[in-house]
């Protein structure tokens, strides 16, 4: 008998704890530094966050609506706690939260800018491709003569395909992402 695997998002929330109407993150640490990326210079306030640990609380907010409130909880040995680090976390995760929105902001522009050019070359490129097949529709037609205008209606399309990419599509996930930032991270701690 086959079981029914329910995958949806209630299915998910499932999974966590709620409090007051908010699901809780919970995150346990043998010690507080685990959090924080070892190689990092920075002072404790300002320190970047581990990869892993990103990437955990990233994907589990990225899992729910931005309307669903949540919370995260981090729970440390009692022996490291006190209002002081309480404070310095929170300001930790804001920080690294409020860098990456930066960075995403970053690629967002890059994104975009790399689409404007690539767009402007592609036009150029297909006008030259279209007035080639004008200058060959002047000669006697012929396989080779249909052969070389059908390709190249084709190539000067295909030159569009990254730009086009870019702006139907490529920019979603980054301003998602961004959203995600934004929302979670810096508008609700």
Not at 63 to 83: D, G, Q
Not at 111 to 118: A, I, S
Not at 132 to 138: A, G, K, N, Q
């Amino acid at each position: 008998m086959a079981r029914r695997v329910d995958l949806s998002p209630s299915g998910t929330e499932a999974l966590y704890r709620e409090r007051e109407g908010k699901l809780l993150i919970e995150l346990e640490l043998h010690s507080m530094m685990q959090i924080f990326n070892s190689f990092d210079p920075a002072p404790f306030h300002e320190k970047e966050l581990d990869e892993d640990a990103e990437v955990y609380i990233y994907n589990i907010v990225g899992e729910f609506p931005l309307k669903k409130p949540l919370e995260i909880i981090i729970y440390v040995p009692p022996s490291e706690f006190n209002r002081e680090t309480e404070r310095t976390l929170k300001e930790a995760i804001k920080n690294h939260f409020l860098y990456r929105k930066v960075l995403t902001e970053i690629d967002l522009r890059r994104l975009l800018q790399r689409g404007r050019r690539n767009i402007t070359i592609a036009v150029i490129f297909l006008f030259l491709c279209l007035l080639m097949i004008r200058l060959l529709s002047t000669f006697e037609s012929g396989l080779l003569s249909t052969m070389l205008s059908e390709g190249l209606i084709i190539i000067g399309w295909v030159a569009m395909w990254e730009p086009i990419n870019v702006f139907l599509y490529g920019w979603w996930p980054i301003v998602q992402k961004k959203e995600i930032f934004t929302e979670r991270f810096l508008t609700r701690m």
